[in-house]
């Protein structure tokens, strides 16, 4: 069997344009947690810098009420914890807000798509509540490209 790691870079890159072409987001990127690796990236966004420590905090299931308090650093931007409905099944969802910048703060949608996890910034001004349910609405698309990728195996 096909494991979701050996997608080609290429799909997933399919994915991130896909999401970008939107126009309600500013970066995206698609991350694994076995073992933790950025899968693909807006390469003219910030996301590209995501470390592997920061996946892991991210995704970890233990300890996420730590999250509420401390907040989480993605690519070196430091973000609030806003809901987290992750490892909630039929939402598998995370929504996150920058602080701290000099541009204003940006809403960031976390959603899970099979082991994987895209992670999307908004566009300036774009809420949290319209980039959860357009992440979510993308994280379909890209489950129906997996299943048609995993079947031409």
Not at 90 to 103: A, E, W, Y
Not at 127 to 148: S, T
Request: proline share 3%.
């Amino acid at each position: 069997m096909q494991c979701i790691g050996d997608i080609s870079e290429e799909v997933w890159q399919d994915c991130i344009t896909l999401f970008l072409q939107t126009g309600m987001c500013c970066d995206a990127a698609i991350v694994a947690n076995s073992p933790p690796w950025l899968l693909a990236s807006y390469p003219e966004g910030n996301l590209f810098q995501l470390t592997q420590e920061e996946i892991q905090i991210l995704l970890a299931r233990e300890g996420r009420e730590k999250l509420f308090l401390h907040g989480i650093t993605l690519a070196g931007t430091k973000c609030l914890l806003i809901r987290d409905n992750l490892y909630t099944e039929g939402n598998n969802t995370m929504d996150l807000r920058t602080k701290g910048q000099s541009r204003g703060s940006q809403a960031v949608t976390v959603v899970q798509i099979e082991s994987v996890y895209l992670i999307v910034v908004g566009q300036k001004g774009t809420e949290g509540g319209p980039l959860n349910l357009k992440a979510f609405e993308m994280a379909g698309y890209v489950r129906e490209a997996i299943h048609q990728h995993m079947a031409h195996f």
